[in-house]
């Protein structure tokens, strides 16, 4: 079993920045793949960003890339998303999740760990 929570969301203006952060507890989390996803009001879950277990193979989604930044610090068992330039459109609760694969997916149905969320506001 895993544990995450995340952290860091709130309202900023747009143009401005915020920086999320998901804390793993439970399994050795260093192990596996992680990932943040998105989902704003009336919409399906959407893929934001992956990073893989030994952290050397990251992607983002092309409405993000250049904006957003995954990282992870293995001593603190924590992933973080470094989120510059927002826009109104990145408006939505973000969640964290991880897998039982040293690889990421970005199928929201790949993964089997899932924090509570954290909203994340972009006033225009």
């Known amino acids: 079993q895993v544990q995450l929570v995340e952290l860091g969301g709130g309202l900023v203006q747009a143009g401005g920045s915020l920086r999320l952060s998901c804390v793993a507890s439970?399994?050795?989390?260093?192990?596996?793949?992680m990932a943040w996803f998105r989902q704003a009001p009336g919409k399906e879950r959407e893929f934001v960003a992956a990073?893989?277990?030994?952290?050397?193979?990251?992607v983002h989604a092309d409405s993000v890339k250049g904006r957003f930044t995954i990282s992870r610090d293995y001593g603190k068992n924590t992933m973080y998303l470094q989120m510059n330039s927002l826009k109104p459109e990145d408006t939505a609760v973000y969640f964290c999740?991880?897998?039982?694969?040293?690889?990421?997916?970005?199928?929201?149905?790949?993964?089997?760990?899932w924090g509570q969320g954290t909203q994340v506001t972009v006033s225009s």
């Open positions: 999740a991880t897998r039982g694969y040293i690889n990421y997916s970005l199928r929201v149905d790949d993964y089997d760990y």
């Open positions: 439970g399994r050795t989390s260093s192990n596996y793949a």
């Open positions: 990073v893989n277990s030994n952290g050397n193979i990251k």
